[in-house]
């Protein structure tokens, strides 16, 4: 099993969103990192969830429920995330680069990388808020 975090403007699509849906296709990819990372996931790996834009936060979490490696062709996979529970609280950006967890991360390091590996300290960290 692996951790990610997925960025999302959330004025486009939140986390809220995602928790009425409870599932959805994770769209919109363009980053060549990024795809290969998607192509990177299983099922039952845990996602962090990150708003991007005037928020800059991990806001809530997810599972990869399902995934289709190369659907009709297309050039990225089809990674379906359920939504879990919202973080404890959101976690600001600035809190995030302050750990030296995360010293060495795409996430602070890439900042338009909008799917991150994470390790598993760093889920945590994240997690509980």
């Given at each position: 099993?692996?951790?990610?975090?997925?960025?999302?403007?959330?004025?486009?699509?939140?986390?809220?969103?995602?928790?009425?849906?409870?599932?959805?296709?994770?769209?919109?990819?363009?980053?060549?990192?990024?795809?290969?990372?998607?192509?990177?996931?299983?099922?039952?790996?845990?996602?962090?969830?990150?708003?991007?834009?005037?928020?800059?936060?991990?806001?809530?979490?997810?599972?990869?429920?399902?995934?289709?490696?190369?659907?009709?062709?297309?050039?990225?996979?089809r990674v379906t995330l359920?939504?879990?529970?919202?973080?404890?609280?959101?976690?600001?950006?600035?809190?995030?680069?302050?750990?030296?967890?995360?010293?060495?991360?795409?996430?602070?390091?890439?900042?338009?990388?909008?799917?991150?590996?994470?390790?598993?300290?760093?889920?945590?960290?994240?997690?509980?808020?």
């Open positions: 099993m692996a951790d990610w975090l997925v960025k999302t403007e959330p004025g486009e699509y939140s986390f809220e969103d995602l928790r009425k849906e409870t599932e959805t296709v994770w769209t919109g990819v363009k980053n060549p990192v990024a795809i290969k990372n998607l192509f990177s996931m299983k099922v039952g790996d845990r996602v962090v969830v990150y708003h991007t834009g005037s928020e800059k936060s991990a806001v809530g979490a997810a599972t990869v429920t399902a995934f289709e490696e190369d659907p009709k062709g297309a050039s990225e996979p359920r939504a879990g529970s919202p973080l404890p609280r959101p976690l600001a950006l600035s809190e995030i680069k302050s750990s030296p967890l995360f010293s060495d991360s795409p996430l602070v390091r890439i900042g338009r990388l909008s799917v991150v590996p994470l390790t598993a300290a760093q889920y945590a960290f994240l997690a509980k808020g």
